[in-house]
């Protein structure tokens, strides 16, 4: 075998929207940290020889998934570095884990975890193989057997992800919503005014522009007076302002006043 071997293979097409890549690697060279850098896909890393050591928090495994991340992941390796690593799209993360992407925002987590049993068997038939043919033909059964139905949330999310993957990113998130309101205007709509909108869906981009950011409830905010963002309950709309409360009004409101967005999140939805 050479010193080091790279071999990219691509999917068969019905699994390319689930899994657009996967790599195979032997590696020789000295040893150090690898620094996973963030990127737009969950990566699944899979070891054939030896174990994936990590260094934050340190632990080895045999094989891990992550991504979706804001800061690098850091794995120790020896001189050899053998194994298979995936790239999952958001909608394979679904397909393929049953959970949405953003559940594993931010995470390294063992395969097992979300594969099962499935795991065992992946990592057998792979360890196994003697070729990297055999090894994606091996991939690509079990990820076939593994996929579940997956569908996006909506329609109208469909159609944004398509708009979106085919620019590459670079629509603007306010052409979306207008492309949006255009093809349903009943549904939805970008008009501010409460008066125009009516009993349609607005669609809010004001925020999505440069430099706009959105403020943590309960945080003060850099005016004079330090003004707090408190949440509100919609009687109090009508009376509030954005001097309403601060740093010495809101130690007193929260004993009397249960948190209006306490049970918020019974009522989120996953658009992940």
Do not use: C
Request: net charge neutral; charged share 25%.
């Amino acid at each position: 075998m050479p010193d080091s071997q790279l071999v990219v293979g691509t999917p068969p097409p019905h699994l390319r929207p689930l899994v657009p890549r996967w790599t195979g690697y032997h590696v020789r060279g000295p040893a150090g940290v690898h620094h996973g850098v963030p990127s737009r896909s969950m990566t699944v890393a899979i070891a054939l020889d030896g174990t994936i050591d990590l260094l934050r928090p340190r632990r080895s495994r045999q094989a891990v998934t992550g991504g979706l991340r804001s800061s690098p992941v850091l794995i120790e390796h020896g001189e050899v570095q053998h194994g298979v690593q995936l790239e999952l799209t958001p909608l394979g993360t679904r397909a393929l884990f049953g959970v949405p992407a953003g559940a594993l925002a931010e995470t390294v987590v063992d395969l097992d975890d979300v594969l099962g049993p499935a795991a065992g068997e992946l990592l057998e038939r792979l360890t196994s193989a003697t070729t990297w043919a055999d090894r994606f033909a091996q991939l690509a059964g079990v990820l076939e057997r593994l996929a579940r139905p997956a569908e996006l949330p909506s329609a109208e999310l469909g159609l944004a992800w398509r708009r979106l993957t085919a620019s590459h990113g670079a629509v603007a998130v306010r052409e979306l919503a207008e492309h949006a309101a255009h093809d349903e205007p009943e549904r939805f709509t970008t008009e501010q005014r409460k008066d125009k909108r009516g009993d349609r869906i607005f669609l809010d981009t004001n925020r999505n522009a440069y430099g706009q950011t959105m403020i943590a409830p309960y945080s003060p905010r850099a005016r004079a007076g330090a003004p707090v963002a408190t949440p509100l309950d919609p009687k109090e709309l009508s009376r509030a302002s954005p001097q309403g409360h601060d740093l010495t009004s809101i130690p007193r409101r929260l004993p009397r006043k249960p948190d209006p967005w306490a049970d918020l999140h019974h009522d989120a939805t996953d658009f992940g």
